[in-house]
C-alpha cells in the first residue's frame, strides 16, 4: 500500500511539473501585449451604424413666390434626411479609449411624390392681360426656393443641431457596447455645417 501511495504522488508531481512547463511555454510564446488588440476589424465598419443616425424628414410646407409679374401660392409637401457618412471616419484607439470625429451632416430635401402632395391655391399676373400661367420650369425655380428657405429653417430652429447631438449619443453607446472600450465622440460642428443638396423636382 505504501508503495502505491509513493508512486501515486510521484504521478501527481509529475503532472504537476507538465502542467507549469506547458504554461510557461505559452505564455513565453504567446504576442506581445502591445500586439493584442481587444476588437477586431477596424470597428470595424461604421456604415451599417449609419441609419441609427439619421433623422427622416416629412413636412408640408407653404409655397410663395414670383417670376417676373407672375405669382404663386401653392401649399408642397417636402421629405428629406439628415445623415451622416460614417463610410470614411476611421476611430482612433488610445490605450482603453476610442476616438471617434462626427463628420459633417448630409442634409437631402426632395419634393414628396405621395398624391395631392403639390397643390396650387392661386396664381395671379400684375400685368392686367397677362396670362397667369406658370411654366414648369418656372415651378421649379419656385420650389428650388422654397427647398432652400427651409433647409436655412432646420438648422435655424435646431433640428440639425438636435440630430448632431443624438448622433453622438448614438454612436458613443453602439461602439461602447461593440468594443467595451470607453468611447468619445466629439464633435467639431455641432450646429452643423449647412451642407444640403437638392433631389430633382418632380415633373407636374
Known amino acids: 500500500m ?7 504522488r510521484v ?7 507538465a502542467i507549469i512547463a506547458m504554461t510557461a511555454y505559452m505564455w513565453k510564446t504567446a504576442p506581445e501585449p502591445s500586439r493584442i488588440r481587444t476588437y ?6 461604421l456604415s451599417p451604424m449609419a441609419r441609427l443616425c439619421t433623422l ?5 410646407v407653404p409655397v410663395k413666390g414670383r417670376v417676373g409679374k407672375k405669382h404663386l401660392v401653392a401649399r408642397m409637401t417636402l421629405n428629406g434626411s439628415i445623415t451622416f457618412d460614417l463610410d470614411n471616419v476611421i476611430p482612433e484607439e488610445r490605450g482603453d479609449t476610442l476616438r471617434v470625429t462626427l463628420p459633417p451632416e448630409r ?15 392661386d396664381t395671379w399676373n400684375d400685368a392686367l392681360f397677362g396670362s397667369s400661367t406658370l411654366t414648369t420650369s418656372q415651378e421649379n425655380a419656385i420650389k428650388a426656393k422654397v427647398k432652400e428657405n427651409f433647409c436655412k429653417k432646420l438648422y435655424a430652429r435646431g433640428d440639425i443641431a438636435r440630430a448632431r447631438a443624438e448622433a453622438v449619443r448614438n454612436l458613443t453607446a453602439m461602439l461602447a457596447g461593440l468594443t467595451g472600450k470607453i468611447v468619445i465622440v466629439t464633435d467639431p460642428t455641432p450646429c452643423g455645417t449647412e451642407n444640403f443638396i437638392f433631389a430633382r423636382p418632380s415633373e407636374k
Open 56 to 60: 427622416d424628414i416629412y413636412e408640408d
Open 2 to 8: 505504501a508503495k502505491f501511495i509513493t508512486i501515486l
Open 107 to 121: 442634409v437631402e430635401i426632395y419634393e414628396s411624390t405621395e398624391p395631392e402632395s403639390y397643390i396650387v391655391i
Open 40 to 45: 477586431s476589424a477596424k470597428v470595424l465598419d
Open 11 to 17: 504521478a501527481v508531481v509529475l503532472c504537476i511539473l
